[in-house]
Structures are given as structure tokens and as C-alpha cells.
């Protein structure tokens, strides 16, 4: 059974520009959720998707955002890149929502210069 | 909302107990608390979850108070390759709460 996949692993983005990073869960599970680590703030929780829908948020600006589509894929994006979103974005998936048995991706290295 | 606090690490040496402890304050009726490894460069791994008393794995064991404000992650007879950064996370059951992570223990396992 395949893992949680995210693409792409590395980038690398000018301040201003604009992300997305993609999520593919593990086959069957219908939650997604997504967070930002970073060395100072550790695990941050953005954003879960349960079945299309944004089920919870995280307190990041509204530059953040994501989605979910009907094959439980997730995307989040994040516009107007600032040097502090420079971050280790990770994906998790879970067969249910409302459960701390998730399964994460490898991540998603973003670096903003 | 429950706040998860950790001791930021932890030493130890191959072959012995480590117990890293979590505290959760107001932690909410319906929370789970599930603990998770993470070493460089890979996502956070899944070790054991456990809403009351006692839960126990081929990995570790789970220790939970009555009062349920803190948690207990029990790693037996440690080897090298547990050397990494552990993490507990406190999970809702109720539309509306925020999943969140402790700041994490990093555990250093020496010969």
C-alpha cells in the first residue's frame, strides 16, 4: 500500500511569488490535514480536509489556503511569499477525521530568498 | 484547546527505559493522545495512541493518569536508532478544534 506522497520535495521561491504543493493520501483515507515545521515554532497545524470540505484552520494568514479534491488529493497554496515561510511543509492523511493516527508524507522543503 | 508541553531532550544510553512525558492541560473529554517519531529530513511516524490508563505495542507503552492531563511515552531498552525527536499530539474528536503537537523531546541515545 502506497505511502502519502507530496510533490514537489525541494523548491525554491523568490519573495512574492506564489506555491502549490500537492498531497496525495494513502488509498481509502479521506482526511487530509497539513502543517508547517519550521526550527523555531516546530509543528503547526494550517488546514484538514475531510471529504472536500475544510473541516479546521490553523491561524495563518489568508495566504494560506487549500483544498481537497474528490479523490481526496489536497493541494494548499500560499501566495505572496515572505522569507518566513521558508518552512518543511507536511502533509498527513487518516481513514478518519477527528483522529491523531495520521499518516505523513516526507514533506515538502520550501525555501523563499 | 489543550496546550502540549514537552521537555525539549533527553539523554539516555542503548538499553535502557526512557520515559518522555507530555503535559496537556485542559485537555478536552474527548481528546486522544498519540505520540510520534520523526527523524531528519522524514515526516513525523505514528508510535502508539491512547485515550485512558494503559496502551501497549510492540514499540512502547502509553501511560495515561486518571485526570488524563499528561501522558507518559515508555520506550524500552532503547538501541541507537531510536535517537530522534518525539512528539505528542493531542487529537479532537469535536468539529472545530485544532489538532496540536507538543514542542518535541529530542532524544539522543548514546553507546
Known amino acids: 500500500k502506497a505511502g502519502v506522497t507530496q510533490t514537489p520535495r525541494y523548491l525554491i521561491k523568490t519573495r512574492g511569488q506564489q506555491v502549490t504543493l500537492s498531497c496525495s493520501p494513502i488509498s481509502g483515507h479521506r482526511s487530509v490535514s497539513w502543517y508547517q515545521q519550521t526550527p523555531g515554532q516546530g509543528l503547526q497545524f494550517l488546514f484538514e480536509?475531510?471529504?472536500?470540505?475544510?473541516?479546521n484552520k490553523g491561524n495563518f494568514p489568508g495566504r494560506f489556503s487549500g483544498r481537497q479534491f474528490s479523490n481526496s488529493r489536497s493541494e494548499m497554496n500560499v501566495s505572496t511569499l515572505e522569507l518566513g515561510d521558508s518552512a518543511l511543509y507536511l502533509c498527513?492523511?487518516?481513514?478518519?477525521?477527528?483522529?491523531?493516527?495520521?499518516?505523513f508524507g516526507e514533506g515538502s522543503r520550501l525555501t523563499v530568498l | 484547546l489543550a496546550k502540549t508541553t514537552q521537555p525539549i531532550s533527553m539523554d539516555s544510553y542503548e538499553g535502557q527505559e526512557v520515559n518522555i512525558t507530555c503535559s496537556h492541560n485542559?485537555?478536552?473529554?474527548?481528546?486522544?493522545i498519540t505520540w510520534y517519531q520523526q527523524f531528519p529530513s522524514q515526516g513525523p511516524r505514528f508510535i502508539i495512541q491512547?485515550?485512558?490508563t494503559k496502551v501497549t505495542n510492540e514499540v512502547a507503552s502509553l501511560f495515561i493518569p486518571a485526570d488524563r492531563k499528561s501522558s507518559t511515552l515508555s520506550l524500552p531498552r532503547v538501541s541507537l536508532s531510536d535517537t530522534a525527536v518525539y512528539y505528542c499530539?493531542?487529537?479532537?474528536?469535536?468539529?472545530?478544534?485544532?489538532?496540536?503537537f507538543g514542542g518535541g523531546t529530542r532524544l539522543m541515545v548514546k553507546p
Open positions: 480536509y475531510f471529504s472536500e470540505t475544510q473541516r
Open positions: 491512547g485515550y485512558k
Open positions: 485542559n485537555i478536552a473529554t474527548n481528546d486522544y
Open positions: 498527513a492523511s487518516s481513514a478518519s477525521a477527528n483522529t491523531g493516527e495520521l499518516f
Open positions: 499530539l493531542v487529537a479532537v474528536r469535536n468539529a472545530g478544534n485544532m489538532l496540536t
